[in-house]
């Protein structure tokens, strides 16, 4: 299963491509979200994810 870390500054689309998109179906998981880059590097460096988007 691919780690995937979802970063954008509008909660709102944050929340819409979280809860919007059956990520399991694509060997995906969310493991991380970010609402600004600073927290989006730390994220990265801490879980490894194959994906940040």
């Known amino acids: 299963m691919l780690k995937v870390i979802l970063v954008d500054d ?3 689309i944050l929340e819409g491509l979280t809860n ?3 990520w399991a179906a694509f060997d995906m998981q969310v493991v991380g979200r970010a609402k600004d880059g600073v ?3 730390e ?3 801490n879980l ?3 994906v940040f988007y």
Do not use: N, V
């Open 10 to 12: 509008e909660t709102t």
């Open 39 to 41: 927290l989006a590097l």
């Open 43 to 45: 994220l990265i460096k």
């Open 48 to 50: 490894k994810p194959d």
């Open 20 to 22: 919007s998109i059956d």
